[in-house]
């Protein structure tokens, strides 16, 4: 009797409910960016963000550009939507973009050896350099470890040719491993067949039409403009800027470009119209389609971000990340320098694209907002992207130092170096990375490589032949450096460990003999 008396009045609360609820989906659709201002400002203190810009455009309109916080800390000089930032590894869409052209004039095909266009193009094994196709260098399955030897300004030339000293780890097309170098090969291609340099062709078949008059082909653009951010790092917990940053201009077609939200939001719109910019068409349909068709299948997500969204596959297209997202294809790319980084996310099916830009070392909050977006135009904003996220990365740093706490708590204490230090002097040759010099100071072993300063590290003795070195630019970063001693008492090679960084196969240096 109690339950049929109240009942008149749960079905007038329940419809009450109802009705607000209802009232509130639409109020959100309406206007599915109410409060985003706010949010980003909160999640930039969270997330110690100095300077960030995001624009996200729908259904062919810019919805929503703008800028937050400061070029670099140490000048309250405030960021805005004309500011450059670095582009990174998000120019490999540009760089798949212009080769997708070059296949509709029928100059290039996706499956043809690499060696047909560009016949100096060499690989370690002779098989390989001949199987290696143009679909090959844009997935990241050469199976080629990457060396990303850019870092050490060495000329392009080289560069390139030294690639054939790199090993392999996997088979041809069997693992996806990402490697900037084969970008920077399919630039190459792009060079030979087109009779243009990279950066002259996308600037003239890309950035012209779209009126991308802002983007720049090059990060040294960065130093020389004035209205362009400083990259910073969070050290030891405060954000810190970089005062030598790394341009990498050598990096090109994998990574060099630098731009800011008004040029991007250009090329989200263009992307959306399926390559088409005022009614005109740059690619054809097939061409533009094979850039976000599955290409490579990654075993695991290649963003931690990736595994809180609930997709079911992970693939890499051509330029592309692809995901499944709330049943809807998700293609995206992030880039990422030394203090700088860049996300660039598109929903085709609901005519959604958003770039964001920051201006300090890998901030995931670039993740956050780009699922945030989205999350908001599908009508289901019910997670905090932001507070999740840092939370996952925040954990993932302490188990990252925890592991690195127990590697050194293997130290053996007591050693002694085998040899007197100045036995350590020396240059020693690696085939891809140049000379390496050991130099014997007045109080401890310097190692340098390519006679930079930001490569070169102050050792400190770790355990017998094992030197820990600490870096000499503002990041301190961390290499241990192990010596091997020969027969006669000489050390003749020297080991590199950069906590997984880079392989041992890579970094192995042997002494140069005396003529």
Same mark, same amino acid.
């Given at each position: 009797?109690?339950?049929? =008396?109240?009942?008149?009045?749960?079905?007038? +609360?329940?419809?009450?409910?109802?009705?607000?609820?209802?009232?509130?989906?639409?109020?959100d659709?309406?206007?599915?960016?109410?409060?985003?201002?706010?949010?980003?400002?909160?999640?930039?203190?969270?997330?110690?963000?100095?300077?960030?810009?995001?624009? /996200?455009? *729908?259904?062919?309109t810019?919805?929503?550009?703008?800028?937050?916080?400061?070029?670099?800390?140490?000048?309250?000089?405030?960021?805005?939507?004309?500011?450059?930032?670095?582009?990174?590894?998000? %120019?490999?869409?540009?760089?798949?973009?212009?080769?997708?052209?070059?296949?509709?004039?029928?100059?290039?095909?996706?499956?043809?050896?690499?060696?047909?266009? @560009?016949?100096?193009?060499?690989?370690?094994?002779?098989?390989?350099?001949?199987?290696?196709?143009?679909?090959?260098?844009?997935t990241?399955?050469?199976?080629?470890?990457?060396?990303?030897?850019?870092?050490?300004?060495?000329?392009?030339? %080289?560069?390139?040719?030294?690639?054939?000293?790199?090993?392999?780890?996997?088979?041809?097309?069997?693992?996806?491993?990402?490697?900037?170098?084969?970008?920077?090969?399919?630039?190459?291609?792009?060079?030979?067949?087109?009779?243009?340099?990279?950066?002259?062709?996308?600037?003239? =078949?890309?950035?012209?039409?779209? !009126?991308?008059?802002?983007?720049k082909?090059?990060?040294?653009?960065?130093?020389?403009?004035?209205?362009?951010?400083?990259?910073?790092?969070?050290?030891?917990?405060? /954000?810190?800027?970089i005062?030598?940053?790394?341009?990498?201009?050598?990096?090109?077609?994998?990574?060099?470009m630098?731009?800011? /939200?008004?040029? $991007?939001?250009?090329?989200?719109?263009?992307?959306?119209?399926?390559?088409?910019?005022?009614?005109? =068409?740059?690619?054809?349909?097939?061409?533009?389609?094979?850039?976000f068709?599955?290409?490579?299948?990654?075993?695991?997500?290649?963003?931690?971000?990736?595994?809180? !969204?609930?997709?079911?596959?992970?693939?890499?297209?051509?330029?592309?990340?692809?995901?499944? @997202?709330?049943?809807?294809?998700?293609?995206? *790319?992030?880039?990422?320098?030394?203090?700088?980084?860049?996300?660039?996310?598109?929903?085709?099916?609901?005519?959604?694209?958003?770039?964001?830009?920051?201006?300090?070392?890998?901030?995931?909050?670039?993740?956050?907002? $780009?699922?945030?977006v989205?999350?908001?135009?599908?009508?289901?904003?019910?997670?905090?992207?932001?507070?999740?996220?840092?939370?996952?990365? %925040?954990a993932?740093?302490?188990?990252?130092?925890?592991?690195?706490?127990?590697?050194?708590?293997?130290?053996? +204490?007591?050693?002694?170096? &085998?040899?007197?230090?100045?036995?350590?002097?020396?240059?020693?040759?690696?085939?891809? @990375?140049?000379?390496?010099?050991?130099?014997?100071?007045?109080? !401890?072993? &310097?190692?340098?490589?390519?006679?930079?300063?930001?490569?070169?590290?102050d050792? &400190?003795?770790?355990?017998?032949?094992?030197?820990?070195?600490?870096?000499?630019?503002?990041?301190?970063?961390?290499? $241990?450096?192990?010596?091997?001693?020969?027969?006669?008492? &000489?050390?003749?090679?020297? =080991?590199?460990d /950069?906590?997984?960084?880079?392989?041992?196969?890579?970094?192995?240096? %042997?002494?140069?003999?005396?003529?």
């Open positions: 009797m109690r339950i049929s =008396r109240n009942k008149p009045r749960f079905y007038l +609360l329940l419809c009450t409910l109802l009705c607000f609820t209802s009232e509130s989906l639409t109020q659709r309406n206007d599915p960016l109410k409060g985003f201002d706010a949010y980003i400002r909160e999640a930039m203190k969270d997330w110690s963000v100095p300077g960030l810009a995001i624009a /996200v455009v *729908h259904k062919g810019v919805v929503y550009s703008n800028a937050y916080g400061v070029k670099r800390i140490t000048k309250p000089d405030p960021v805005d939507t004309h500011t450059l930032f670095a582009n990174a590894s998000t %120019t490999k869409a540009f760089t798949a973009m212009a080769m997708a052209m070059l296949v509709d004039e029928g100059k290039v095909k996706w499956d043809e050896p690499v060696v047909t266009y @560009y016949p100096a193009f060499r690989l370690k094994d002779p098989y390989v350099t001949a199987e290696v196709t143009v679909r090959d260098l844009l990241h399955r050469t199976g080629v470890v990457p060396t990303n030897s850019w870092v050490l300004d060495i000329d392009k030339e %080289t560069y390139i040719h030294n690639l054939r000293y790199a090993p392999r780890r996997s088979s041809t097309r069997s693992q996806f491993e990402y490697n900037n170098d084969m970008f920077v090969v399919a630039g190459e291609v792009i060079r030979a067949v087109s009779g243009k340099t990279w950066d002259q062709f996308v600037a003239e =078949r890309i950035l012209v039409p779209l !009126a991308m008059s802002e983007t082909m090059f990060t040294s653009a960065l130093r020389d403009s004035k209205n362009a951010v400083l990259p910073h790092a969070v050290l030891h917990g405060v /954000v810190t800027e005062s030598a940053p790394v341009y990498v201009d050598d990096a090109d077609a994998a990574g060099s630098n731009s800011n /939200v008004t040029d $991007m939001a250009r090329w989200l719109q263009f992307l959306l119209d399926s390559a088409r910019v005022d009614g005109k =068409r740059l690619v054809q349909p097939k061409s533009f389609a094979e850039l068709r599955p290409q490579m299948l990654l075993s695991e997500p290649g963003y931690p971000a990736a595994t809180q !969204a609930g997709s079911h596959f992970f693939v890499y297209g051509l330029g592309w990340f692809l995901q499944d @997202y709330k049943g809807h294809m998700l293609a995206m *790319h992030t880039g990422s320098l030394d203090g700088l980084c860049a996300i660039v996310g598109l929903l085709p099916e609901e005519n959604l694209g958003v770039v964001v830009f920051e201006n300090v070392d890998h901030a995931e909050l670039r993740h956050a907002l $780009m699922y945030s989205c999350d908001r135009f599908l009508g289901s904003a019910n997670k905090d992207w932001s507070k999740d996220l840092l939370q996952l990365y %925040t993932q740093k302490a188990k990252a130092d925890s592991t690195k706490k127990e590697r050194e708590s293997k130290r053996v +204490l007591g050693t002694q170096p &085998t040899v007197p230090l100045e036995k350590y002097a020396g240059t020693y040759k690696n085939e891809i @990375y140049g000379p390496i010099t050991v130099e014997n100071g007045s109080a !401890a072993l &310097t190692v340098r490589f390519k006679a930079q300063d930001r490569l070169t590290f050792l &400190t003795h770790w355990q017998h032949d094992v030197f820990k070195g600490t870096s000499r630019d503002a990041q301190h970063q961390e290499v $241990m450096i192990q010596f091997r001693i020969d027969v006669d008492g &000489t050390p003749n090679e020297v =080991r590199f /950069v906590y997984g960084q880079w392989t041992d196969e890579m970094i192995l240096a %042997t002494r140069e003999k005396k003529p």
